[in-house]
């Protein structure tokens, strides 16, 4: 650098001898030639982040001379635009930069009315504002200076505020994040920017279709301008900002749904004021209203912000909670005392109310699928159930604490109904006393209903359960074993850590501001590591792709082998321990899923004989897994479970014991119908649109938008029976079809209107439809077969199947079809193959061929063909071991 230095001195000082000279006649002055320094600083700055933008160790040494040039006009916006991506490498570079005097710069360039500089100097501060704004709001607001972004912020045309074509709603998402930030526990702040008309600005941007971000920082900002503010808050009820706030609780981004939430969040409560104006207390009960809707969104981050609304909304008004969960209280005690009167169950007066509903509501949450958001419920109903102690009513809620208790636990395990599900919990570290035994008893697992006395006995008792590893039960002469409900690990959620104590207190805080904040502390004018070539995870990606088309270009050639080929070769066997129900292949990874008769999920390495991974599912206790699904496996694969309370959960990496992770999870369905046989939870994934169909003890087909994390359709099932069986059109995904317990078998068009969206009801199959699959590749034939053992192939342009036939006569109780090969497996006692054309192949007998208990007629109980490969996954009913067979091209 300074060498570089003194050959620009150099060279200004060689030209003063012919500067000084005087001018001869007739010729031309010496002209001076400018120094080339600062124009060979920047391009060697500009090699720096081209070439070794990873070392952050120290600036580099051409940072202080790029900030010595953003003093002069020539070089101002190249200078502008290498810091903007020296400050895009994350917080180390920022706080690099701002170690070596580069504040007072871009604090005084605000001031400039220069056009060109708005883009890139917005894009400067919002880097800084996410590492440093507690310590620079002050200085924003010498000048005026913040009133430079809610100009930009403040909805016109491009040429008036000189962005021009860049993309403006980006730039105005980042005037809000600045804005936001500033105002953040700011008062000065907020009264400043109140005095604009920034909150109409917000309301104009919420509405922006195109930017998801400028919709989210809106919500965040108008969050900020109003939260301990009462004087924002009379400005929001006086400018009607809640209509167009709560409609926004529907939009398509979960992001901007929980951004929404936050804004409604922080507008409860008026800050150290005891009494709540009246007019503000209506509109506080209203947004309490139309949260009650969003506890049933499939975003954990919606529903966890939902709670720490209420939390809010409890801390408000917690005389009425503590009356809805007293009447609730003897209402759970009626309920279980069979001694109680039916005379005496009338309707309560707090039936139906906001306050009412908002408990059942908190108390169905502590139930939550997702760990996260039941550990915030359950803070809150321990808050209230506390609370009601420390009232005059003391001595009757210890009374019918005692008699909710000794009738819970003189029963027995309630049958699982809509109104009451179990739930197994996970750990609690809640102390409601000092002494080290009650911290001992609520730090351990629990398992209880979603039921008020469950959440009772919570409080009342702790938890009296043990944690003791109990030895698995052989109930079989197979050997397979029995094993507790949530005795293996349950995995884990990411980010997220159990509270601590000091935190458990209400209000709740939130943490999606903080979470949302890093958006800009992460590199935005680069490729991601996944689209960057050369990186790591790109040529992960491009292996796995290369890796998928080879698989599907072999296995495509043995369509024919399938029907022509032995399929009585034992490939792989092993012993699963617990009962399978449910197997499933992956396409491309060597995984099989394998789902038992409770809560375990077993993955196994076929090509290796080899157990990868066991975990619990974390369904209640008498209800079972009921689906099963690879999704995404073109890339990175997850697997989906249904089980029969309703609940779907994803999971990431499920082959790895340590990282295991638990992605989403939510109640698919509601309102379960009781019946005599129940189907649970069924479910169809559609790759090609990211939609999920889940049917089941339910009367409608419900259809999931997984990117946008949305139920966007309910498409009335029109039947009586439940649904068993769910496939659907992989390529376009409008069609669907669907087998029901009374053996009918129904078609879907989802491109007319839901009342009018069944286009064929088919009533051949007397019986329970085990299977209808609809093949993804061939001729897309449409296979069914029924408990009676009646097997049809469909053409569902057709009143009636092309064929049927019976595959077993004392029954069947499997049957799957190939995705791309035309055959068919039945099975019963054994297994029968048979073509897509209704003749017979083949038959394998399972039953002591490969099991390892003693040889005895059992049918089967699964079996699953891999989607490519020509392999047959089967097993047998009380026996916990698994057979894949593989067909060869010879006998």
């Known amino acids: 650098m300074w060498d570089a230095w003194d050959l620009a001195v150099d060279q200004c000082l060689t030209q003063l001898p012919e500067l000084n000279a005087p001018v001869q006649p007739g010729a031309a002055p010496y002209e001076y030639k400018h120094s080339t320094f600062f124009e060979e600083q920047l391009s060697a700055f500009e090699s720096w982040l081209e070439f070794r933008s990873t070392d952050l160790d120290k600036p580099p040494e051409q940072l202080p001379v790029v900030l010595q040039v953003l003093l002069s006009h020539v070089h101002r916006v190249r200078a502008l635009v290498l810091l903007s991506r020296y400050l895009d490498l994350g917080p180390r570079a920022v706080n690099l930069a701002l170690s070596i005097g580069i504040f007072p710069y871009v604090l ?32 924003l607001i010498r000048d005026n200076s913040f009133a430079y972004f809610i100009h930009i912020l403040i909805p016109n045309t491009p040429d008036e505020i000189g962005i021009g074509t860049i993309n403006m709603s980006e730039h105005r998402a980042m005037c809000a994040f600045i804005i936001a930030l500033f105002c953040r526990g700011f008062k000065l702040g907020q009264q400043k920017c109140m005095s604009s008309d920034i909150i109409n600005a917000c309301l104009t941007n919420m509405i922006d279709p195109e930017n998801p971000l400028l919709r989210q920082w809106s919500c965040l900002c108008l969050s900020q301008l109003w939260d301990l503010n009462v004087d924002g808050k009379w400005h929001a009820v006086k400018g009607n900002v809640f209509d167009e706030l709560c409609e926004l ?115 169905s949450l502590s139930a939550d699928p997702f760990p996260e958001v039941a550990e915030y419920a359950q803070i809150v109903v321990d808050y209230v159930l506390e609370s009601l102690h420390e009232t005059v009513l003391k001595t009757y809620v210890e009374t019918i604490e005692q008699s909710v208790i000794e009738n819970t636990n003189s029963s027995s395990q309630p049958q699982v109904t809509p109104a009451h599900r179990s739930d197994d919990r996970s750990q609690l570290s809640r102390t409601l006393t000092s002494s080290p035994a009650a911290e001992s008893r609520f730090a351990t697992t629990i398992k209880r209903s979603v039921s008020f006395a469950a959440s009772l006995r919570q409080y009342a008792w702790g938890d009296n359960s043990t944690t003791t590893q109990y030895p698995y039960t052989s109930y079989t002469q197979n050997s397979v074993s029995s094993i507790p409900y949530g005795t293996d690990k349950k995995p884990p959620t990411a980010r997220y850590k159990s509270k601590k104590e000091e935190d458990r207190k209400l209000p709740l805080a939130s943490g ?69 129900t449910r197997l499933i292949f ?45 999704l995404n496996e073109d890339d990175t694969p997850l697997l989906l479970t249904g089980s029969s309370e309703g609940i779907v959960r994803i999971y990431k990496r499920y082959e790895s014991n340590e990282s295991i992770e638990l992605t989403c ?76 317990g009374d053996g009918a078998v129904r078609v879907y068009d989802r491109r007319l209107n839901q009342y009018s969206s069944m286009v064929k ?21 449409l296979v069914t077969g029924s408990v ?37 497996a039945t099975g019963a006692s054994n297994v029968n193959l048979w073509s897509t054309l209704g003749t017979s192949v083949s038959s394998i007998k399972t039953s002591g061929s490969y099991m390892l208990g003693p040889t005895r007629t059992s049918h089967v109980s699964d079996l699953s063909f891999h989607p490519h490969r020509m392999l047959l996954a089967v097993n047998n009913k009380f026996d916990a071991h698994i057979g894949i067979f593989k067909c060869d091209s010879h006998y």
């Open 788 to 824: 009676d053992g009646t097997v049809c192939l469909w053409d569902i342009r057709l009143d009636k199947p092309i064929d049927h036939y019976q595959a077993h006569v004392n029954g069947m109780s499997a049957v799957d079809v190939h995705e791309h090969a035309p055959i068919i």
């Open 249 to 363: 609780l529907q939009d398509p981004i979960p992001e901007v749904r929980t951004s929404c939430i936050i804004a409604l969040t922080t507008f409860l409560g008026v800050g150290d004021s005891k009494e709540v104006p009246e007019e503000l207390r209506e509109q506080e009960i209203k947004l309490a209203v139309n949260m009650l809707a969003l506890s049933t969104d499939v975003s954990s981050l919606v529903r966890r912000e939902v709670v720490v609304f209420f939390s809010r909304f409890v801390k408000q008004y917690l005389n009425c909670f503590l009356v809805s969960a007293y009447i609730n209280l003897q209402e759970e005690a009626e309920s279980l005392d069979v001694r109680v009167s039916p005379a005496i169950h009338g309707k309560s007066p707090a039936e139906g109310t906001v306050f009412s509903n908002s408990w059942k509501l908190l108390v």
């Open 512 to 580: 999606f501001f903080d979470w949302a904040t890093e958006y800009f502390q992460e590199p935005q004018m680069r490729h991601s590591d996944i689209d960057e070539p050369g990186s790591e995870r790109y040529i992960e990606r491009l292996w796995r792709k290369n890796r998928n088309e080879k698989i599907m270009g072999e296995t495509q050639l043995q369509k024919d082998l399938s029907l022509q080929g032995s399929w009585h070769s034992l490939f792989r066997g092993f012993n699963n321990v617990t009962q399978p």
């Open 108 to 139: 005084k360039l605000l001031q400039s009315p220069a056009q060109e500089l708005k883009p890139v100097l917005v894009f400067i501060w919002a880097r800084i504002m996410s590492v440093d704004a507690a310590n620079v709001r002050q200085e």
């Open 665 to 740: 999870a939510w109640r698919a369905l509601t309102d379960l119908l009781p019946a005599q046989k129940n189907s649970g939870l069924i479910a169809d994934w559609q790759q090609s649109r990211g939609n999920l169909l889940v049917g089941g003890d339910v009367r409608v087909i419900r259809v999931w938008d997984a990117p946008r994390e949305l139920c966007v359709n309910d498409i009335p099932a029109r039947s009586g029976s439940p649904v068993t069986s769910l496939t659907s059109d992989q390529v376009a995904g409008n069609i669907i079809i669907a087998g029901f």
């Open 586 to 630: 992956a396409q491309f990874e060597p995984h099989l899923a394998v789902v038992d008769d409770r809560d375990g999920v077993t993955v196994w390495d076929w090509s290796k004989n080899k157990k990868l991974n066991r975990f619990c599912n974390s369904n209640p206790v008498n209800t079972k897994i009921t689906e099963a699904k690879f």
């Open 761 to 781: 009801s088919w009533k051949t199959h007397q019986s329970w439809v085990l299977n209808a699959r609809m093949q993804r590749g061939g001729a897309r034939e």
